[in-house]
């Protein structure tokens, strides 16, 4: 990928928008002068030295890449022409056709990237419209590769799926440091200490997976055969319904996502 393409972020004052663009520009993907964002209501004080502008298609314009990150209740109203330009999507529920439809261009891109973009450590699946090209293709997986790691998938309905999964993920991880801090608080446990400790815990738990290689199952496995206090608490959270909260809420996810595609 070349540092001389131009990139443009609608959305790029937000969360998500702002983390892909400080991973692309930190690992040398784009020089920032190329770099375009926009913004809805105040101008975000940072890429000082990058193109920000309240207008959607003077972005475009500029732009040889135009990366949409916006809610998907926004972009209903967003009118943007691509002139044939690749159209990559961070949107959930947002199908190709609609995208292809709308920015009137063949080459698009669903990406699900979540919020480990901010530091690097994203997931993100992908998916293409048939125009895409095999350029398109490494671009793509330069932006995301920045942010992390990623797969280009097969079907649509995987995009959909991994909303939950992948692009909800560091939701769940929180919520479960959540419940086990106010454990601890409830047995007595200062709230600074509990933090630290749950804190640790969970992103203890992210590295050793990411260095081991190995399936979750096998990890939670090797605690079982212990037979000690982590597999009682294991066995103990699977009888209460664990495996099956998890399943529930990652169906919600899909469920939401799908509809997301369907409002007008």
Known sequence: MSVSLRIGIIGGGGWLGGAIAGSIVDAGLIEP?????????????RFSNSFWTS???????????????????DWWTLDVDAGGK????????IGLAALSQRHKTGR????????????????????????????????????????????????????????????????????????????????????????RAVNT?????????????????????TFLDYRGTTAAAIDSMRAAGFDASVATGLSAAFQKSVSMGKVS
């Open 201 to 221: 815990v969970i992103s203890g738990a992210g590295r050793l997976l990411e260095r081991r290689d190995e399936s979750p199952d096998d990890v939670v496995q």
């Open 55 to 73: 207008d959607n298609q003077a972005l475009a314009d500029r732009s040889d890449v135009i990366l949409l990150s916006v809610r998907p209740d």
């Open 86 to 93: 690749l159209i990559i999507s961070v949107m959930a529920g």
């Open 108 to 195: 698009v891109v669903r990406a699900l990237p979540n919020a480990g973009a901010e530091v690097a450590k994203s997931y993100t699946p992908w998916i293409a419209a048939g125009d895409i090209t095999e350029g398109d293709r490494a671009v793509v997986r330069a932006i995301f590769d920045a942010c992390g790691s990623q797969d280009e998938v097969a079907r649509e309905s995987d995009i959909d799926y991994l909303t939950g999964l992948s692009g909800s993920g560091p939701a769940f991880p929180a919520l479960l440091a959540a419940a086990m801090m106010s454990d601890a608080v409830a047995h007595g446990l200062p709230a600074e200490i509990a933090r």
């Open 33 to 45: 002068g190329n770099l375009s964002l926009s913004y809805r209501s105040q101008q975000p004080d």
